[in-house]
């Protein structure tokens, strides 16, 4: 069997691969990036709604979790937002920037993968879809990949075949198998930005408020407070707010929901108990929560929704806000890697250069992507991180 050499073998022709080889092929280097799937960047595709929300312009460490929170620094800091920007641009592709930085590409994801792929092309970058990668073997400072397409081998390996999520897209634990085969340690990957399940009378109620949105501010045990968009659905709860929180949720713990974010309840209450004292304690919550929420809430112990205003005590009041802004639900689970669009944990940083994303055990093996263990919020994070580790990869080979 013929044995094809390259300076550098990609594996995974997704936001990271594709980058990488576009990258490191500008930099002269004979580049093959090699995907199962029938094409290139499918995450890419579907990101977005479609529109692909390429990157956030306010990026910065702490818009990622991971075991060491100042891993991805250097590489955030060395391929930022408008670097990415600058290259949408020369291919005559527009954006427009919706809430809290995130930038989508007017003319939809397909013109984002589009300029990856003329960006590989046009630097000589091979891509082969459709091939199995059967076994990686390390000999001869040389790295040497059985595919089903025959045997390549490379002074380089860079490993982009991103996490576990959507499974039916392909998603495959093949960084993680090939970290380990070569002494990584891989921290336990986890579903995140991931939709909460419920079971039981919650479950029941919480479907029968499918559709119904409000805004919150929601946080798990261990994370921070995320001001944004919750949603009621069949299985659960959803939306912005909840998916953030599910990354830093953790089994059987509770997740704390602020219903009147950055409202002084009990005082605007007691203010709304002197100018409204017939309206009763539900038609106050319809004036800001929509209706069917509120019908529920009502059902509540501390809510006395039949009340009128001019009737609440004190006391009443006080538990009243408590109730509405310290509200605690422990979630059965998520939907887990079905619908999860990111995969927390991957390949341990500690094992790899922040500078370069090599293995500090293998010279010319390298992590990059959703498979290290750098996860971002959502809101173009992710694709941020996957292009500038594969920037960081790149100036390296
Ligand atoms: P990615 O998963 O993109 O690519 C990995 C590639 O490796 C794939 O092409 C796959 O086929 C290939 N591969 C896997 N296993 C293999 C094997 N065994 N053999 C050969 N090839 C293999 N992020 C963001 O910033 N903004 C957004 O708008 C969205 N929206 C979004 C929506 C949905 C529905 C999902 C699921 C995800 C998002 N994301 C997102 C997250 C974003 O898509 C994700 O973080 C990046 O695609 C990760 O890029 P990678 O290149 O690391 O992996």
Redesign the pocket.
Known sequence: MLTDFFDTVV???????LFCGARAGARGRRILV????KR?????R???GGR??FTNIDTAASNFLSANPHFAKSALARYTPWDFCGLVASHGLTWTEKTLGQLFCDQKSGAIIQMLLDELAAVGGELRLET??RAVRHADSQFHVTTSGGEVSAKNLVV???GL??PKM???G?AYEIARQFGHEVIAPRPALVPFTFSGALKETFSSLSGVSAPVDAHAEQGPAFHEAMLFTHRGLSGPAMLQVSSYWRESEPVSIDLAPGQPLAETLRAAKEASPRTSLKSWLTGWLPARFADYIATWPDIPGDKQLANLSNREIEAISLALTKWQIVPTGTEGWRTA??TAGGVDTDGLSSRSMESKLVPGLYFI???VDVT?WLG?????W?WASAAAAAEAL
Do not use: R
């Open positions: 594996l995974g022709a997704g936001a990271a691969g090699i995907d199962h799937a290139p960047a499918e995450k890419v579907i990101s977005g692909c929300n199995e990668i982009a075949t991103g999520s959507i392909g998603a495959s093949l669009e990111v992507g959703e498979c971002g173009g994070y992710n694709f941020q996957a």
